[in-house]
């Protein structure tokens, strides 16, 4: 069951099949999609289409190692791991190592260590943390609250936002993986991406003016118009009603408390209003983390090297820790999704310790250094 007919009858082995990395690597194309968590071989070729975080997200990880993601992913891990027996197919040659692609393994061990001692269950009050299941020890709760916040506070779906940020945090700043860095051939971002587009001579706009027309399409369009019709088109095309009913009591307590005082078109104009700053906002305070940083193709790195390079910290004060919701912190935050915020400014120096003993590049900007960056 779950091991896919093709494949198990390719190789002959069943559920106790001996595997190297070159075999797994093989299996990385739709419909054909193994993944390794732990030294143990699954087939999730089928299992990606039930897969309650969305496909995509097993998906960016066929034919690797996805034991660090599944780690990050799941509070519950005793509960998840009955999904994935069925879906064995065998484990590593003991010969193999555990990580593929040469990762370097004595670090995400140290990095799991870490993770299990910082992980606490309290959280702040956001969406953002409920999204991550950072608040209550049962996650039922978490998505019961976060489809109230961002449904019925916000206007937007939980569905909608798990899958696009799951996805950025499993492979962040990676093209064609990482939803956050796709700007629809609307802004070339990164070193690689400018240069292929010359050299394929792809001009849908005059790129060489992105810098000048980032300012009117970027932080002012994003949420008010982008978000929304993406919202709107992903709760109809999934058939996702209940996110759905959670949005529309959004826009009936809206329409109920604003319409009596501003009419139809003045209630209107002030939503939109506070979705052109808030979009701003939400530009500024999430790009100044990534804008800047690595933008490349996958290039197979472990867990810690790969969010370190996609990745950078704003100095911690007062304003920038309210100003960002504890986001200064994202180094931490990509590292332990799941930690509560509060927690990123004790993780911090440990985590940067360990880069410093591992040679990793920890960076940690200004704010507005980091906002010059995103223009540069």
Known sequence: MGGGTHQTSVEGRGASGVYTWEEVQKHSQRGDQWVVIERKVYNVSNWV???PGGHRVITHYAGEDASDAFMAFHPDQTFVRKFLKPLLVGELAPSEPSQDHKKNVKVIKILIIYCNY???SQA??????????????????DHLLHKFVIGHLKGASAHWWNHRHFQHHAKPNVFKKDPDINMLNILVLGNVQPVEYGIKKLKHLPYNHQHQYFFLIGPPLLIPVYFNIHIFQTMIQQR???????????????????VPFYGVFGSF???????????HWFVW???????????DYEKHDDWLSMQLKATCNIEQSFFNDWFSGHLNFQIEHHLFPMMPRHNYIHAAPRVKELCKKYGIHYEVKGLWEAWCDIIR
């Open 124 to 141: 702040g009050w956001l969406q953002h943390d409920f999204g991550h299941l950072s608040v209550f020890k049962r996650s039922r709760w």
């Open 269 to 279: 104009a002030l939503l939109m209003c506070v979705r052109f700053i808030e979009s």
């Open 285 to 295: 305070v999430t790009q100044m983390n990534h804008l800047s940083m690595d933008v």
């Open 118 to 120: 910082l992980l606490t």
């Open 240 to 258: 996702d009603w209940v996110d759905f009913a959670w949005y529309l009591s959004y826009y009936i307590r809206y329409l109920s408390c604003f």
């Open 49 to 51: 289409k039930r897969h």
